[in-house]
């Protein structure tokens, strides 16, 4: 999973930070901490509880929310268990140092002081938990305002604290958030309003803009929203990477109802924004951004932009509109085309084969590879682009139908001819000779045979293995495979035909040679599994004899 940041990597000493009190006489070690049951607790349920926090973001943004929000709503019922257990051993161990005398207590366990401030942490975190569950039902359902309310119900003790309490500032934005998804707008900018006027730290302060724009946003003010993002440039040194999220949706939703050429000039501010936020805040927050901006302008269709057209094409393939992508991906290429920028033009349409590639359509892709390579055979990765086309005419060859296997194999033949043809020169022409040489439509069939049983379809590569098998001299290697598959089976029958073909190998091989040993010891082992130990024995005697020192 790709990084977020501290914000959700609360590990080690960041863990310390976060449930000790900003009061330096009551910082304990991490080593201390960290050899503390209830610590371990701790870092576990926070760890289930950012996945979770990824799983719910991205299931949202890239709208594939069915089996990513499932996945994300068991998640964090997970850490609010997980959480909420914590919570009732705080509750123990803090009923305990209440009644023990300082005097009286262990050096190493937990402080009055260290217990309450885990204990406001730890509804900060449940709130955290709740609001991530709340986002993965649908708006103003029953179960997320549940899911809000219960969130908010964490957080009293917590905002109430004096301002040196590291936990306070995080608990008001966390407050603000649930009281905006609540959509109790007047609330919500009462209490911002007056926690704005109290000095709050850079960082806290750049959230209070971002959920000030968040607010905006949901009021549909998109004028008040745009100054508002001017003045957050002006007014803040430091902007945090929600905020920075915020701005670029400001933008993008202020563009979607504006008119030409206002709208130009907002999607190109977008695409400014897009470029700072992955200058200044990692991957995460980069893919983030190019979802949104990919999928804002995604039907956008009189657009020429390649960059933006790129960033749509990729946010289709993200949230599982493959075809729409290809199709995105097909119009960059003619733009290139047009502009003369083959290289552009060629990594398109790569693209978009190695899409169709992915959707399992095998046939469409090998087409596409081919004719990408065939038509931009100076290309320097045209050669490579061909090659996948003959791998996938491979695989077509092996599990094409017994009716229709000739053909294929045939299209597999005149794949490896064009490309000696078209690159003889290239590194790839060896190992198009070396595949040339093995082209047989007996390995073919082999192959697709191991296919067969490696997915569990024994009926069928048995009888493709005894098809293999059934000429005058058959490979003594597809004779092996043919008799393992066979000592595998439940079925008598099928035993002892692999006993029968364990001894026509033994009989074709070298005495005492490897092949020799693997089929005398398979007979041996059929010959028990049947339940004929005497003939068995017989045998072994017998091998003992011949070959004395293979003891």
């Known amino acids: 999973m790709k990084s977020r940041g501290s914000h959700l990597v609360m590990r080690g000493g960041w863990l310390v930070c976060l449930f000790v009190t900003a009061h330096a006489s009551a910082q304990?070690?991490?080593?201390?901490?960290?050899?503390?049951?209830?610590?371990?607790?701790?870092?576990?349920?926070?760890?289930?509880?950012?996945?979770?926090?990824?799983?719910?973001?991205?299931?949202?943004?890239?709208?594939?929310?069915?089996?990513?929000?499932?996945?994300a709503r068991q998640q964090c019922r997970t850490a609010?268990?997980?959480?909420?257990?914590?919570?009732k051993q705080l509750a123990e161990l803090l009923r305990a140092a209440y009644e023990t005398r300082r005097s009286e207590r262990d050096a190493n366990s937990w402080t009055v002081l260290e217990l309450e401030s885990l204990q406001r942490n730890l509804k900060l975190q449940l709130a955290r938990g709740y609001r991530n569950q709340a986002l993965c039902y649908a708006e103003e359902s029953v179960d997320r305002v549940n899911s809000l309310s219960l969130a908010l119900q964490q957080l009293p003790d917590v905002v109430s604290q004096p301002l040196d309490d590291t936990s306070v500032w995080r608990a008001r934005v966390e407050q603000l958030v649930c009281l905006r998804l609540l959509k109790k707008l007047p609330e919500a900018e009462r209490l911002l309003a007056k926690w704005q006027s109290e000095s709050p730290p850079t960082t806290i302060a750049s959230r209070l803009a971002g959920e000030q724009l968040q607010i905006r946003l949901e009021e549909r003010d998109f004028d008040n929203a745009l100054r508002l993002v001017r003045n957050i440039r002006?007014?803040?040194?430091?902007?945090?990477?929600?905020?920075?999220?915020?701005?670029?949706?400001?933008?993008?939703?202020?563009?979607?109802?504006?008119?030409?050429?206002?709208?130009?000039?907002?999607?190109?501010?977008?695409?400014?924004?897009?470029?700072?936020?992955?200058?200044?805040?990692?991957?995460?927050w980069q893919r983030r951004a190019e979802y949104r901006i990919g999928l804002a302008i995604a039907h956008q269709v009189e657009s020429d932009d390649t960059e933006l057209l790129n960033y749509a094409a990729s946010s289709l393939y993200a949230t599982g509109k493959s075809k729409q992508a290809v199709a995105l991906y097909e119009r960059i290429a003619k733009i290139h085309d047009a502009q003369?920028?083959?290289?552009?033009?060629?990594?398109?349409?790569?693209?978009?084969?190695?899409?169709?590639?992915?959707?399992?359509?095998?046939?469409?892709?090998?087409?596409?590879?081919?004719?990408l390579a065939v038509e931009h055979s100076e290309h320097e990765r045209a050669a490579t682009a061909h090659l996948i086309a003959i791998g996938l005419a491979a695989q077509s060859a092996a599990e094409a139908a017994p009716a229709l296997r000739t053909v294929a194999f045939q299209s597999y033949l005149d794949l490896l001819n064009e490309h000696l043809k078209l690159w003889p020169d290239r590194p790839s022409a060896t190992q198009v000779?070396?595949?040339?040489?093995?082209?047989?439509?007996?390995?073919?069939?082999?192959?697709?045979?191991?296919?067969?049983?490696?997915?569990?379809?024994?009926?069928?590569?048995?009888?493709?293995?005894?098809?293999?098998?059934?000429?005058?001299?058959?490979?003594?290697?597809?004779?092996?495979?043919?008799?393992?598959?066979?000592?595998?089976?439940?079925?008598?029958?099928?035993?002892?035909?692999?006993?029968?073909?364990?001894?026509?190998?033994?009989?074709?091989?070298?005495?005492?040679?490897?092949?020799w040993w693997r089929s005398r010891r398979a007979r041996l082992a059929l010959l028990k599994q049947l339940g004929e130990g005497e003939r068995a024995q017989k045998l072994e005697q017998l091998t003992k004899i011949l070959y004395p020192a293979s003891d």
């Open 80 to 87: 609010i268990a997980q959480l909420v257990q914590v919570k």
């Open 28 to 71: 304990p070690s991490e080593d201390r901490l960290s050899s503390r049951p209830l610590y371990r607790a701790i870092q576990q349920a926070l760890d289930t509880l950012s996945q979770a926090e990824i799983a719910q973001e991205e299931a949202t943004l890239t709208g594939q929310q069915e089996e990513q929000l499932a996945t």
């Open 340 to 371: 003369q920028q083959q290289d552009q033009q060629f990594k398109a349409l790569e693209t978009a084969a190695a899409i169709v590639r992915t959707a399992d359509d095998r046939g469409d892709a090998m087409q596409r590879f081919r004719r």
């Open 234 to 284: 002006a007014d803040h040194q430091t902007v945090v990477p929600e905020t920075d999220d915020t701005i670029l949706e400001v933008l993008l939703a202020a563009q979607q109802l504006a008119e030409r050429p206002r709208s130009k000039q907002l999607l190109q501010r977008a695409l400014a924004q897009l470029r700072h936020i992955s200058a200044s805040h990692g991957p995460f």
């Open 433 to 515: 000779k070396a595949w040339q040489s093995h082209a047989q439509l007996p390995e073919i069939d082999r192959q697709r045979a191991q296919s067969l049983a490696k997915q569990g379809k024994r009926e069928a590569a048995l009888a493709l293995y005894r098809e293999l098998t059934s000429g005058t001299s058959p490979d003594a290697v597809v004779l092996e495979e043919y008799a393992e598959l066979l000592a595998q089976s439940p079925r008598e029958r099928e035993l002892r035909e692999g006993l029968d073909i364990w001894h026509q190998i033994e009989k074709r091989s070298k005495p005492g040679g490897p092949r």
